[in-house]
């Protein structure tokens, strides 16, 4: 998918908060998630001496320490084409393998949709 006038509500609820966290927090990357409840967690990347998280492997983190069981879906706002490897593995850890991965660009247009595992 390449656009994201014909995303869910909901997706383009967590692509525009994901977005908002980038900008607002002048960082690489934003995310965010949405669990089963339809509760969201939004992050931005985490760069301290000694910590370093990209924001989709915080947005997880955020989620897991607040109690989520689940994920329907995730959404990251980057310069990169694609997410991560890695960000997608923390996805697929609290989502399954087949949760949607929206990766969008800093205008938050959708360029891709990834499954994370």
Same mark, same amino acid.
């Given at each position: 998918?390449?656009?994201?006038?014909?995303?869910?509500?909901?997706?383009?609820?967590?692509?525009?908060?994901?977005?908002? *966290?980038? +900008?607002?927090?002048?960082?690489? !990357? %934003? /995310? =965010?998630?949405? &669990?089963?409840t339809?509760?969201t967690?939004?992050? @931005?990347?985490?760069?301290?001496?000694?910590?370093?998280?990209?924001?989709?492997?915080?947005?997880?983190?955020?989620?897991?320490?607040?109690?989520a069981?689940?994920?329907? *879906?995730? +959404?990251?706002?980057?310069?990169? !084409? %694609? /997410? =991560?490897?890695? &960000?997608?593995?923390?996805?697929?850890?609290?989502g @399954?393998?087949?949760?949607?991965?929206?990766?969008?660009g800093?205008?938050?247009?959708?360029?891709?949709?990834?499954?994370?595992?």
């Amino acid at each position: 998918m390449n656009d994201s006038t014909g995303l869910d509500p909901e997706d383009r609820k967590i692509v525009t908060l994901a977005r908002s *966290a980038r +900008a607002r927090n002048g960082v690489p !990357e %934003g /995310a =965010a998630v949405r &669990d089963d409840t339809g509760r969201t967690y939004v992050a @931005g990347t985490v760069d301290l001496p000694s910590l370093q998280l990209s924001a989709l492997r915080t947005a997880v983190a955020m989620a897991v320490a607040s109690g989520a069981k689940s994920l329907e *879906a995730a +959404a990251v706002v980057t310069d990169a !084409e %694609g /997410a =991560a490897e890695a &960000d997608r593995a923390a996805v697929a850890d609290l989502g @399954g393998a087949a949760t949607p991965v929206l990766v969008a660009g800093p205008d938050g247009t959708v360029r891709a949709t990834m499954t994370a595992g």
